[in-house]
């Protein structure tokens, strides 16, 4: 059983920069790829990026370039460092684990997440 918590969500403008972390409990993080999603009102829970075992990432277009994902084993947690943020940003964001044998995965439907954290708003004004 993996709990996740995130934290770091806000109120920024457009073009800001914000910072969201989210803190695993248990002994096992490093079998676990990872990954942040989004919630915008009105839509459907969506991939922003993952990190697999080994330290390799995904993203979504939408945020490639602005986004970065990174993970720290020894802390159990995962970051996300969001630049240049646009109003449509906005959203709940959600941390995700998923427990995998295979090093290399990054599971990008959350189907194949096996924990959730309990989300963090981000809200972008124009």
């Known amino acids: 059983q993996v709990q996740l918590v995130e934290s770091g969500g806000g109120l920024v403008q457009a073009g800001d920069s914000l910072r969201l972390s989210c803190v695993a409990s248990g002994r096992t993080f490093s079998s676990y790829a990872m990954g942040w999603f989004r919630r915008a009102p009105g839509k459907e829970r ?49 941390c995700a684990a998923d427990w995998t044998m295979f090093t290399s995965i990054i599971p990008v439907k959350t189907t194949d997440y096996d924990y959730w954290g309990q989300g963090t708003q981000v809200t972008v004004s124009p």
């Open 46 to 94: 969506e991939f922003v990026a993952g990190i697999n075992r080994n330290g390799g990432t995904s993203y979504a277009d939408s945020v490639k370039g602005r986004f970065t994902i990174s993970r720290d084993n020894a802390k159990n947690t995962i970051d996300l460092q969001m630049k240049s943020l646009k109003p449509e940003d906005t959203a709940v964001y959600y």
